[in-house]
């Protein structure tokens, strides 16, 4: 199993920046993909970028261009900086891990983007 667990979140103007952290409780090279998901208020869960074992990414529209998604393979930790924070924005921020034993998920934090 896996243990995935965020930290980051919190509250910030529009057009500001945060960097949420997601560390995994084992190595990350033997997860196939992480990723991050959101889920606003009264919406359903949506992804927001992924990355692959190997490095390669994606994104939602729309964040792209906006949000990086990125990997610290020594501290079993992917990230997910954010700049020109949108009010759209605010949501629940969840962590997850896809293995061959199984997909994780993290308990999540908070973002929220005053305009």
């Known amino acids: 199993q896996v243990q995935v667990v965020e930290s980051g979140g919190g509250l910030v103007q529009a057009g500001g920046s945060l960097r949420l952290s997601c560390a995994a409780s084992?190595?990350?090279?033997?997860?196939?993909?992480m990723a991050w998901y959101r889920q606003a208020p009264g919406k359903q869960r949506e992804l927001v970028a992924t990355?692959?074992?190997?490095?390669?990414?994606n994104y939602a529209d729309s964040v792209k261009g906006r949000f990086t998604i990125s990997r610290d393979n020594a501290k079993n930790t992917v990230y997910l900086q954010m700049n020109s924070l949108k009010p759209e924005d605010t949501a629940v921020y969840y962590c997850?891990?896809?293995?061959?034993?199984?997909?994780?998920w993290g308990q999540g934090t908070q973002v929220i983007v005053s305009s």
């Open positions: 997850n891990a896809r293995a061959l034993d199984g997909v994780f």
């Open positions: 990355i692959t074992s190997p490095g390669r990414t």
């Open positions: 084992r190595t990350i090279f033997s997860i196939d993909v």
